[in-house]
């Protein structure tokens, strides 16, 4: 069986009213059954491995943010009360962000051990 690459083009039959997808001549695969869980199921198997973020480690280098960046951080990215008022720093922003990659992980068998260290990385 060949690797999919931007070079192979995936493809698919109508059998009946259902769509079939084809990767060589090889594999049938009915698009139908395939199945991915909701997001919510994710994060709650996620959450109960690693338990929620923690604060942001206070040693943790601080950003140097111009006024420009900061400003389009706090209109697009940072987390925002009812008031639509900013209640997290760039680097608290920058701490959820890496975190809520690095978790993932934990879905494959990371230890919140290992998560945290790859947040850190990240950060």
Known sequence: M???????KKKFAVSGKRKIAYKNGE?????DKLFAPEYEEVMAQIK???GDRPVRPADLP?????????K??????????EKLEPIETPGD??????????SAEARWGSTKKKVMASAREFY
Request: aromatic share 10%; net charge positive; hydrophobic share 40%.
């Open 72 to 81: 389009v951080l706090k209109e697009r990215y940072l987390v925002k009360n």
């Open 93 to 102: 922003m920058l701490w959820r962000v890496s975190w809520e990659i690095a």
């Open 27 to 31: 594999t049938k695969v009915s698009l």
């Open 48 to 50: 109960k491995k690693v």
């Open 62 to 70: 601080k950003g140097n943010w111009t006024e420009q960046s900061l």
């Open 2 to 8: 060949q690797l999919q690459t931007k070079n192979t």
